[in-house]
């Protein structure tokens, strides 16, 4: 069993740029999720993705968008980067959604920095 | 909107102690909770939900309704316990979204 992989581990951009982060879901999870979390906080839910269609979404604005591919692996899209953006970004998946005791497996993150 | 608050942000506690790691929520349906833990180079992970009523590790976890509150409990701890821990909540209606509180960092001293 393949666990939750994101690429890439790191990287720097700079204000005004676009970002694009990737997540490999787990072996027979159809279910991504993505999450922000700030320095020192919890992280904080900004889409889910089933079946290729954005199934849920949080409080953040437009220029966040994602896609879900027919392998279910994922993108994170971030346009016009803010300095208030970097964050630690967390990929998220799991079972069918609307249940929740489904599991969510969580990757390592990718460490943004915007300068 | 629902809402997840851990008071502390940093409980120290020596080994064989008790531990008690505080969540309080806001939520006018029912909610499912759950206690996610991080440990030092490791990624997040599901430590115990409320509709498990299990023990993982030591810890339970008791879903007060009347002080919406789900605090986590471990009668002596160990220094393996020394953790991030988050406190998560899903709404009757969101699948499987998480609602994170802000999280509590455990020390457990030798």
């Known amino acids: 069993e393949t666990g939750v992989t994101q690429s890439p581990t790191h990287l720097i951009k700079t204000r005004g740029q676009q970002v694009t982060l990737r997540c490999s879901s787990q072996s027979g999870h159809n279910t991504v999720s993505w999450y922000q979390q700030a320095l020192g906080q919890g992280p904080q839910f900004i889409f889910q993705?089933?079946?290729?269609?954005?199934?849920g979404r949080g409080n953040f604005p437009p220029r966040f968008s994602g896609l879900q591919f027919p392998n279910y692996s994922s993108e994170l899209n971030v346009n016009a980067l803010e300095l208030d953006d970097s964050a630690l970004y967390l990929c998220a998946s799991s079972l069918a959604p609307g249940t929740s005791g489904y599991e969510q497996y969580f990757g390592p993150g990718t460490r943004l920095t915007v300068t | 909107a629902q809402r997840v608050t851990q008071p502390e942000k940093l409980l120290s506690v020596f080994k064989g102690a008790p531990v008690e790691l505080k969540c309080n929520y806001s939520y006018s349906g029912s909610p499912e909770l759950f206690w996610y833990v991080q440990y030092s180079r490791q990624r997040l992970q599901l430590l115990l939900r409320h509709i498990s009523r299990e023990s993982i590790k030591g810890f339970t976890a008791d879903l007060n309704k009347g002080e919406t509150s789900f605090h986590l409990k471990k009668p002596f701890a160990q220094e393996e316990d020394s953790a991030m821990y988050y406190c998560a909540l899903v709404a009757g209606n969101a699948g499987n979204m998480l609602t994170f509180g802000g999280g509590t960092r455990l020390m457990v001293k030798p």
């Open positions: 993705y089933y079946r290729e269609e954005e199934n």
